[in-house]
């Protein structure tokens, strides 16, 4: 952190910042000025949109129809992670909210989470019983299935006049579906939901907004034809920034803080900010400095760009110096190079702090990768190889007359070697593999009949994170008897 005398040539030209936060800020002033600009960094607040005029008036138009005039919609947003879809999409519910906050209700799905269709229902009910106080909610009940759940979701998203044999001038509130990694609903099994929510928008039986957010530009191609056939072909394509100044455009923004960010902000805290506006404008003029006269920084902001173009990546460089920002105490582009808060590009560093049970088991689990040629194992499998090779091991030692020691020979319990396979899967070094079979012939969750059943911690099947050629160059003073079972098969 830089101290007052060293920032000067700041005071005396264009950058007060220093001399501001020591006259005009009281400490409460600035705790509250960083928490606003903290919460946008670290996601809290979603970002003011940047260059995205275009898309926000396509979106806009389309889920405002719905609210307004009782249209059934459907649209895919389709970019890049980080590209802006979930704060283009949020931000045009935010404004629509301003006038139409009793108009509608939003409904919230994640494909990460709702992995098959009877969870997503099951996720739409708890959120309509939350907004619309449903009394007859069919997820409460013990005896209700799959298709009755859906028939009353149906009928609750219908037009009263639907559901009534003479005309009523009732009309039903507007509800809009963000479904969030659209292409992972495509893998469920007969798209039945999807199915369902467009043709429910296409026929106009209730007003209905479905939007997708996806990284995939094909997933249109995913859709089953009568799926595909209700759905409007609505396409908003978003892309990273593609110039630096692009880039850094979006960066500005988010550090920059205006009056009407001070108002939303105290609309939603109980304690009223009196914020100075010499204080925006000597903050705006210090970002702007680090920008145009800091080479670190600047090199800090080049270098993401021209890697992974990430904002979030600049995001997490800015925490640190930014929350340790006082009024005698100021970050520049050193301080920013120091804190950046990225993660590891891959999980080999973890390879060198494994015990060596832990590192056994995942050579063999490797290997079967290779041996079986097939993507996943479970714990038996790969304890079986770790003990085929801890075998041949003795074999070979007892051949040449020696004594077998070290980590190579020495078999464990096999309750000891579970709990290391476990601590794998808790590292991330192995993954559950979705929807794999068992080598019992059950399935990897748990079941009912029909011969699926739960094959609980040994049959569960993972799928190896690591390449068995990434091992031996990752850790630095492996056993002798493990490199070989890295190089050779």
């Not at 902000?265 to 400095?289: N, V």
């Not at 041996?371 to 007892?398: G, P, W």
């Amino acid at each position: 952190m830089a101290k007052l005398h060293e920032y000067q040539g700041y005071i005396t030209n264009d950058f007060p910042l220093a001399t501001v936060l020591q006259k005009d800020c009281s400490t409460q002033e600035l705790d509250a000025f960083k928490r606003i600009v903290l919460e946008r960094l670290n996601g809290r607040k979603r970002l003011p949109l940047v260059a995205l005029d275009e898309e926000y008036r396509k979106l806009h138009q389309v889920v405002e129809q719905t609210i307004v005039a009782g249209e059934g919609n459907s649209m895919v947003i389709i970019g890049a992670r980080g590209s802006g879809k979930s704060a283009l999409v949020e931000t045009v519910i935010s404004d629509l909210s301003t006038e139409h906050a009793s108009d509608f209700h939003v409904v919230r799905l994640s494909g990460f989470i709702h992995t098959d269709d009877k969870l997503a229902l099951r996720d739409i009910w708890r959120q309509l019983d939350r907004e619309m106080e449903v009394e007859d909610n069919p997820t409460t009940r013990t005896t209700s299935s799959y298709a009755d759940t859906l028939s009353s979701l149906l009928a609750l998203l219908s037009h009263p006049a639907e559901l009534a044999e003479e005309a009523m001038d009732q009309t039903a509130k507007s509800v809009i579906f963000v479904l969030d990694e659209f292409d992972l609903f495509t893998s469920h099994p007969r798209q039945t939901l999807l199915y369902n929510l467009f043709d429910v928008a296409q026929s106009r039986k209730a007003p209905i907004t479905v939007l997708g957010l996806t990284t995939k530009i094909d997933v249109a191609e995913s859709l089953e034809k009568r799926v595909k056939s209700r759905f409007s072909h609505r396409f908003v394509y978003l892309s990273l920034p593609k110039t630096l100044l692009d880039y850094w455009a979006i960066c500005r923004r988010a550090l920059v803080v205006q009056e009407q960010d001070i108002l939303e902000a105290d609309a939603e805290s109980t304690d009223k900010i009196l914020m100075q506006g010499s204080i925006l404008d000597s903050w705006e003029y210090y970002i702007d400095g680090l920008w145009q006269s800091d080479l670190t920084f600047k090199h800090i902001v080049r270098s993401i760009f021209y890697r992974t173009k990430s904002v979030k990546e600049f995001f997490a460089a800015c925490l640190i110096p930014i929350a340790q920002l006082s009024q005698d105490s100021i970050p520049t582009g050193k301080d920013f190079a120091q804190h950046a808060l990225a993660a590891p590009e891959s999980k080999l560093h973890i390879l060198e702090g494994l015990g060596d049970l832990e590192l056994s088991l995942l050579i063999a689990a490797a290997r079967l990768d290779i041996i079986l040629d097939t993507d996943t194992c479970n714990f038996n499998m790969a304890y079986d190889e770790h003990q085929t090779l801890a075998s041949r091991v003795k074999m070979q030692s007892s051949a040449s007359g020696a004594a077998a020691i070290g980590a190579g020979s020495k078999v464990w319990g096999r309750e000891v070697s579970l709990g290391a396979w476990e601590k794998l899967a808790q590292y991330e070094l192995i993954v559950p593999a979705i929807g794999a079979l068992s080598t019992t012939g059950g399935a990897t969750g748990a079941g009912g009949g029909n011969g699926t059943r739960d094959v609980g911690r040994i049959g569960r099947m993972y799928r190896v994170d690591v390449a068995l050629e990434e091992i031996l160059p990752s850790v630095p003073g492996i056993h002798s008897t493990m490199a070989k079972w890295c190089k050779e098969i």
